[in-house]
């Protein structure tokens, strides 16, 4: 079970890492785009573990995730989007997504939309999660320019 | 001091290379205000889309130059929005001349990404762990390891060819699938259904995804519910291909 446990996340390590040089990003920030995605994944599997459902786990991992970006971000000085993008790769819901279609191609139109439906909720909560953070991010940036600013 | 014609050329430039290679719009947006805001203008505005750029500048006595850009093919090409991102800011602390910043963005443009060959072992890599991600076997893993590496090379051998994106993930799910079935027939791999769900990873709209979502909170709605649509329609082009190849085939 625990070696498992570091196995997996060594592999999140690897997707996000790969990942980020599909999409060029720096070479320095690579290491760190891998980070992202390990944590992220950590997070999830905690959540899995607690019986959690699916939904919360991604929710607080993609909110994980988001959060380090944005420290990340300002430590290299790169945008955002290079730790966030391969960061929640390992999250997307690619088994929702296959076994909807599968479902679909059999005709079993019952599992096609109940599995359409959470993989749905999945995609969703990554996307509150990442609105809550970078959000939060923002108003505390105004807050930061009306302070310093004059 | 550039004059507002010229600086308005940079301005655009930079936007243009940064939202070739997926940046969010506000950020193209805020870079080429950035730019302006070097120069003695009154007024310098920017209208972006993920489909083309307007900017406008006007100097101290009313003089308006407007400026427009149709984006028509978009790659993803992080490297370069941070390169440009640096020089944004280089630029409002140095004086640049005209021909210098020119010189600077067109690097930053012909700058080369990872090599051709070392796209597909990426791919390869990120498929054969996404694999042990979802649940697969070693076995799945290794196969899966293989389906990448082909996949992204069709894939890669796809965008030089220019095609519209729909063609290329429709044939992108086709031949994960594919392959996938082919690997289980000859008994390198277990479960067909990890190994497909690990190698669709490499195509999986994470950009769109991020950037429909930030640029939506930054309030450009256009740009928003525009990348929305396109993550959520490759992923049904994905899951088309992949259908494909899984009816006619098993």
Known sequence: MEKSFWFQLISAFLVSFSFA???????????????????????????????????????????????????????????????????????????????????????????????????????????????LVTSFNWIFKVFQKIKFGK | ????????????????????????????????????????????????????????????????????KRIKNRTIDLNKISLVNQFSRDFQKHEYSYAQSIKILNDIQNKKG?????????????????????????????????VGLFTQAILNILNLRKLSYFISY????????????ITVNFHLGINLDKIIIGSVMIMTPGVAITNAIRDTIAGDLLSGVARGVEAFLIAIFIAAGAGIALSILK
Do not use: H
């Not at chain 1, 040089?21 to 905690?46: E, Q």
């Open chain 1, 21 to 131: 040089i599909l999409t060029n990003s720096p070479k320095k920030t690579l290491i760190f785009c891998g980070i992202s995605g390990m944590i992220g994944w950590f997070v999830n599997i905690i959540f899995l573990r607690s019986n959690f459902s699916p939904i919360i786990g991604v929710f607080f991992a993609a909110l994980t995730v988001n959060i380090f970006s944005e420290i990340f971000a300002r430590l290299l000085k790169n945008p955002v989007p290079i730790f966030l993008i391969p960061g929640i790769i390992p999250l997307v819901p690619g088994a929702g997504m296959y076994n909807t279609m599968t479902a679909l191609i059999k005709n079993n139109f019952d599992t096609a939309i109940k599995t359409g439906i959470q993989t749905l909720l999945i995609a969703g909560s990554i996307a509150i999660a990442l609105m």
């Open chain 2, 1 to 68: 001091m550039m004059s507002p014609k010229e600086l308005i050329e940079v301005a655009l430039l930079a936007g243009e290379i940064m939202l070739k290679n997926g940046a969010e719009t506000y950020r193209v947006e805020d870079t080429m205000v950035r730019i302006c805001s070097k120069g003695n203008l009154k007024f310098a505005e920017s209208f972006v889309i993920p489909t083309g750029i307007v900017a406008t500048v006007a100097d101290e006595e009313n003089n308006f130059l407007t400026i427009s």
């Open chain 2, 114 to 146: 990872y090599s051709n060959t070392m796209t597909p072992i990426a791919a390869a890599l990120v498929c054969c762990f996404s694999t042990i991600l979802f649940g697969g076997k070693i076995v799945d893993a290794i196969s899966a390891f293989f």
């Open chain 2, 170 to 181: 429709i044939i992108g799910g086709f031949s994960t699938a594919t392959l996938a079935l």
